[in-house]
């Protein structure tokens, strides 16, 4: 999957999409879904252009890497879900459900979030 400039999140990355913000740094950006899948639905972005999670792994420094996950967590403290649990999911690919060429993680928590997955 190649990198998109005009995606939705480099677009909220640069302030062309409004967001509801719930943590930022030098790292990442997190923000609410605008469609939740839970009462709880954070997504966690690095600031980096990484299309998904393998090209992050590839090219993304040591320090964009740890302040990437640092981000994650402080995003999930900061939407309150680290006691009562959450599920972070990161999509790659067509078959694993990416929809968005830019990295990201989703947060998801606020009620039982269920199977891990869909049993067919």
Do not use: C, W
Not at 17 to 27: C, G, L, N, R, W
Not at 87 to 104: S, Y
Request: hydrophobic share 45%.
């Amino acid at each position: 999957m190649a990198y998109d400039d005009n995606n939705v999140f480099a677009k909220i990355l640069r302030g062309e999409i409004p967001s509801k913000k719930v943590y930022e740094d030098t790292h990442a950006l997190a923000f609410y879904d605008i469609h939740p899948a839970r009462p709880v639905h954070v997504l966690v972005i690095p600031k980096g252009k990484y299309a998904d999670f393998t090209d992050f792994t590839a090219r993304a420094s040591a320090a964009e890497q740890t302040g990437f996950n640092k981000a994650v967590v402080a995003a999930a403290k900061a939407a309150g879900v680290i006691e009562p649990g959450y599920r972070l999911v990161a999509n790659t690919g067509v078959n694993g459900g990416q929809e968005v060429p830019h990295f990201h993680v989703h947060i998801l928590g606020g009620a039982h979030v269920g199977p891990m997955v869909a049993r067919s």
